[in-house]
C-alpha cells in the first residue's frame, strides 16, 4: 500500500512512476476528465490512496495492465427536502472544460474526518453548498436517516481518471432538509425548486457546481 509519504514531490516524476505501473496518463485532463494535480491532491489529502491489487484474478492482473489501483471512499448524499432530492447536473473546472454529472451530492471520506460518516457528510454539505458547519450541526436543520444506510465495494476503471482502475468503497445515505432548516438552505433554490449554481474552491482554483431538484424516482437512478 502507498501512503502520502511516498509521493513524489515533483508533478512530472509522479506521472512516470504511474505510468511504469502501466497507467496511461495521457487522457487525464481530456474532456470532462481530472487533472494529474488533482489526483496529486488527493493523495496529499488523503481522499484516496493507490496500493497494488492482490493476486487474485482480475482484469488489471493481467499482462500490461495497470499494477496500481486507486482506492476511494465516496459518500453519496441523498439531500431531500419535501419531495424532492438534490442532484448535481454538471459542474465547470477552473480551466473552463464542463464536466457532465447528474448525480447526487457525493464527497471523499477523508482522514480528517475525525467525527467519522456525519462528520464527512456535513463536510461536504459545507464545501459544496456553502451552508456552515455551525448550521449543519444544529438539531433543527437537517436530519441523518441511518434506517436508509447502505454500502458496496465495487472495482471499477475511473471516470475521473480513465486508465486507473478504482475501488469503490461507497457509503450511500439519505439526509433531510427539516423545515424549521429551510432558512439555512433558502440559496439552494428551496422552497420553489428552482435551479440555482455555487462555487467550491479547490487547490486547483474555484469550480462552478450547477444544480436541480428532482422527484425521489428520478433522483434515486441517479445514486
Not at 477552473?94 to 480528517?112: C, I, T, W
Not at 420553489?192 to 434515486?220: N, Y
Request: charged fraction near 25%; charge should be neutral.
Amino acid at each position: 500500500m502507498f501512503r502520502n509519504a511516498h509521493y513524489g514531490a515533483y508533478s512530472r516524476a509522479w506521472q512516470d512512476y504511474l505510468e511504469s505501473c502501466n497507467v496511461n496518463t495521457s487522457k487525464f485532463g481530456t474532456g470532462g476528465t481530472k487533472t494529474m494535480s488533482w489526483l496529486f491532491q488527493e493523495l496529499k489529502e488523503g481522499s484516496s490512496f493507490l496500493e497494488q491489487p492482490s493476486d487474485s484474478p482480475r482484469p488489471w492482473s493481467m499482462p500490461g495492465r495497470p499494477k496500481i489501483m486507486r482506492v476511494v471512499e465516496p459518500i453519496f448524499i441523498r439531500l431531500r427536502f419535501r419531495s424532492r432530492v438534490l442532484v448535481q447536473e454538471r459542474q465547470q473546472f477552473p480551466d473552463g472544460r464542463m464536466r457532465v454529472r447528474n448525480m447526487l451530492l457525493a464527497e471523499k471520506k477523508e482522514p480528517r474526518d475525525s467525527g467519522g460518516l456525519l462528520a464527512a457528510i456535513h463536510r461536504g454539505i459545507h464545501e459544496e453548498l456553502g451552508v456552515s458547519l455551525e448550521d449543519l450541526g444544529r438539531d433543527d436543520v437537517i436530519r441523518y436517516r441511518p434506517d436508509t444506510y447502505h454500502f458496496e465495494i465495487e472495482q471499477i476503471d475511473s471516470a475521473s481518471y480513465p486508465g486507473l482502475p478504482s475501488s469503490y468503497r461507497t457509503h450511500h445515505v439519505q439526509v433531510e432538509i427539516l423545515e424549521t432548516g429551510l432558512d439555512v438552505f433558502l440559496h439552494c433554490g428551496l422552497p420553489e425548486f428552482s435551479d440555482f449554481v455555487t462555487k467550491e474552491k479547490t487547490a486547483q482554483g474555484e469550480v462552478t457546481l450547477f444544480w436541480r431538484w428532482d422527484d425521489v424516482p428520478t433522483a434515486l437512478r441517479k445514486g
